[in-house]
């Protein structure tokens, strides 16, 4: 296979699923402050969740580039490095990938480097994660068959579905916060 260049970007459905989580679980905080006057301002807090929404974009932002001659992970200019750092390996310099468990029992892979034996963790959350996985194996020889998303579809549409109650809610609890 000829690979010029090839963009991943993290799977649409993961994107809409953790924005929607992240608003349900926000926006009802000003609104509530204000009617329990809170010591904290709502405009602080206004403030603090749009800093974070601007965090949560930039995460969500992450690209994995493929080319001929390597593999690299990316975020935009305007997302600071201190949050998340890219990084960028040669199809040459990987020696093989690793199987991790997470702390809540999934699995996880990384690419092992031949030249520090440093660790660069491969993107699960992609769309098009099979064809990234099979761009893996012709370009190392690694053997990928085993490989498979750290979550499936379905997860994320169950926590879409419940993000979408919690937003039904919010809206009730913002409407009575209002007509206090």
Do not use: H
């Amino acid at each position: 296979m000829t690979l010029n260049r090839s963009i991943f970007r993290i799977s649409p459905l993961i994107q809409i699923t953790l924005m929607g989580l992240y608003f349900a679980l926000t926006i009802p905080l000003p609104f509530l402050a204000k009617v329990t006057n809170a010591p904290i301002s709502p405009i602080l807090l206004w403030i603090g969740i749009i800093m974070g929404l601007l965090v949560l974009v930039g995460v969500l932002s992450e690209r994995v580039v493929v080319s001929e001659s390597q593999i690299k992970v990316v975020y935009p200019v305007w997302f600071p490095s201190f949050f998340r750092k890219g990084w960028s390996l040669n199809w040459s310099e990987i020696k093989d990938l690793k199987l991790r468990t997470t702390g809540q029992g999934g699995l996880v892979y990384y690419f092992i480097s031949k030249n520090s034996d440093q660790a660069y963790l491969l993107p699960m959350r992609i769309a098009g994660f099979s064809y990234l996985v099979q761009i893996v194996t012709e370009k190392t020889g690694i053997d990928t068959t085993d490989i498979r998303p750290l979550s499936q579809p379905w997860m994320y549409l169950i926590l879409l579905v419940c993000t979408l109650f919690l937003l039904l809610m919010d809206s009730w609890t913002i409407w009575t916060a209002m007509n206090i």
